[in-house]
């Protein structure tokens, strides 16, 4: 399977306890995004990057959370301290950024849900 | 800022019928995406169909077809001859830049199909 995973699929909590979520692109995309989805909810965007480089940042991101992609290659996701409201599912996804046409397409992965009780 | 928006939380459809989703949204920008996703109940999201804003043709993939109205800030998605396996949330998105970069989606439709 050469498409976008995600690790853990499912990830229960308890409040106060910090998590960390991982996201393989696609092998050749230099763009990863991150999104929360909460329940009934379109994704919200988070964060993304441009290899190793974080380009933008929403202020959905709380100083709570974290994301890295160190080599340009994966990115992991960490919510520290985490609380009932970050319960969601949190989605990646990959793009080839520079090519126009379907290039440009965000392939997603399946998620990460997130519970925390 | 902008925004999408969609106003059918649900729709129905009989198989093998014809059904439209709306969505409308709110920029500033000329030159922009805007797309339809699929998300199949615990399974990956997938692109159906995309628009370029600067073309006028409406676009086409198979079954699935839209109709941009820009002046309208409109794009909806019609599904003709709709089969069980269309069944799923739908989400209305737009890009800003031509190029790439954060998608904002709509809230969803949840479209379920009747045999």
């Known amino acids: 399977d050469t498409g976008v995973s995600q690790d853990p699929r499912h990830k229960i909590t308890k409040r106060g306890q910090n998590v960390t979520f991982r996201c393989d692109p696609i092998?050749?995309?230099?763009?990863l995004y991150w999104y929360r989805q909460t329940l009934g909810q379109g994704p919200e965007f988070l964060t993304y990057f441009q290899n190793e480089a974080q380009l933008e940042k929403s202020r959905l991101l709380s100083d709570r959370f974290s994301a890295e992609r160190p080599k340009g290659s994966f990115s992991t996701l960490e919510i520290q301290r985490t609380e009932q409201g970050d319960s969601a599912m949190y989605l990646c996804?990959?793009?080839?950024?520079?090519?126009?046409?379907?290039?440009?397409?965000?392939?997603f992965g399946p998620g990460t849900r997130l519970t925390v009780l | 800022a902008q925004t999408v928006t969609q106003s059918q939380p649900e729709m129905s459809v009989q198989e093998a019928e014809t059904v439209t989703l709306s969505c409308t949204y709110d920029t500033s920008e000329s030159d922009y995406y805007l797309f339809w996703y699929k998300q199949p109940p615990s399974r990956q999201m997938i692109l159906v169909i995309r628009q370029e804003a600067y073309k006028q043709q409406n676009a086409t993939e198979n079954r699935f077809s839209v109709n941009f109205q820009k002046a309208a800030k409109s794009f909806s998605l019609k599904i003709s001859d709709s089969q069980l396996g269309d069944a799923a949330m739908y989400f209305c998105a737009y890009r800003k830049t031509p190029l790439g970069g954060k998608l904002i989606f709509g809230q969803g439709t949840e479209l379920s199909v009747k045999p």
């Open positions: 092998s050749e995309h230099n763009r």
């Open positions: 996804a990959s793009s080839l950024w520079g090519l126009a046409g379907r290039g440009n397409e965000q392939f």
